[in-house]
């Protein structure tokens, strides 16, 4: 099992380099006291894993011992998976070797990192730092904290034109047993694949955020009970219709939803509860379900 805690150390040459031979990876998830850290690099190679003589030290039990490495190819740089237990992913993709660009993520074991490069790294960088306030690093839907100070928003606007906002709130079904029975990468990959589908239904004026865990929020700007519980009901149908498939394993998921509408300015702990205590009557009533 893994102890939850992230623990990485940098211990590669302070040189300064410019132009585009500037590159880095940042540390983008999980979240913790190292969220955030840039690793240069700037030697010829970079070892990752959880040996204490590795470059980039990531003491986690998903991650062996010397995972994977980071080596320059020119002015270029390529991650090269060194045996691992669980793979090195670039964007989702498992692989041996790849040629890194600008941008993407690599996925060592349940941690991940951004590799950033070029004349303006240190700007994206600063952009990095920026998006992961706002944005969970594994499964790209907005945090906790943005939806917070954003319902606080929209419910000032319903008080001042009467018109509805919904929320929608649910979770995974049974996600500890999927942990439990799978691991946790494969768990880490349901949370993704999951947000990707329902992402991808969100319309632009509507918000969609990892609330923690396993549970999520949808908050629906002009939409009565009616039309929030309809949206709920094709999120539920989106997300059992098709199973998820993780490292040879086909998993079976299904989530509830609670519903809460106002038309009215309240406060956002009441609107929320009301969400939440119906996410808890659909747990409760057999689960897979919509209440509002």
Avoid at 66 to 76: C, I, L, V, W
Wanted: with cysteine.
């Amino acid at each position: 099992m893994e102890d939850g805690k992230t623990r990485v150390t940098n211990v590669l040459a302070p040189v300064i380099m410019s132009g585009v031979d500037q590159a880095c990876v940042v540390l983008i998830y999980p979240p913790g006291a190292d969220l955030g850290k840039r690793f240069q690099l700037e030697l010829i190679e970079a070892v990752v894993g959880r040996g204490a003589d590795c470059d980039i030290q990531v003491d986690r039990d998903s991650v062996s011992r010397r995972h994977a490495k980071f080596e320059r190819q020119g002015p270029s740089w390529r991650v090269v998976d060194q045996g691992s237990t669980n793979g090195t992913f670039v964007n989702d993709v498992q692989v041996k070797s790849r040629l890194l660009e600008h941008g993407d993520q690599i996925k060592i074991g349940s941690t991940i990192f951004k590799f950033l490069t070029g004349g303006s790294v240190e700007t994206a960088y600063h952009e990095e730092i920026y998006r992961m306030t706002i944005v969970d690093g594994l499964t790209r839907a907005y945090n906790k904290r943005y939806f917070l100070e954003h319902i606080e928003r929209e419910l000032a606007r319903t008080g001042r034109s009467r018109r509805p906002l919904s929320l929608v709130m649910f979770d995974i079904d049974h996600f500890k047993t999927i942990n439990d029975t799978y691991g946790h990468l494969t768990g880490d990959h349901v949370l993704k694949e999951l947000a990707a589908r329902i992402r991808a239904r969100v319309r632009k004026d509507e918000l969609f955020a990892r609330y923690g865990g396993e549970e999520f929020v949808v908050l629906l700007p002009e939409a009565g009970p009616q039309a929030a519980i309809d949206f709920a009901e094709q999120v539920r149908r989106l997300v059992e219709r098709q199973a998820f498939e993780f490292d040879g394993s086909t998993i079976a998921v299904t989530i509830s939803c609670g519903v809460a509408t106002v038309t009215e300015e309240r406060p956002e702990e009441e609107f929320i509860k009301v969400a939440d205590e119906n996410l808890y009557k659909a747990k409760h009533g057999g689960r897979n379900r919509v209440i509002g």
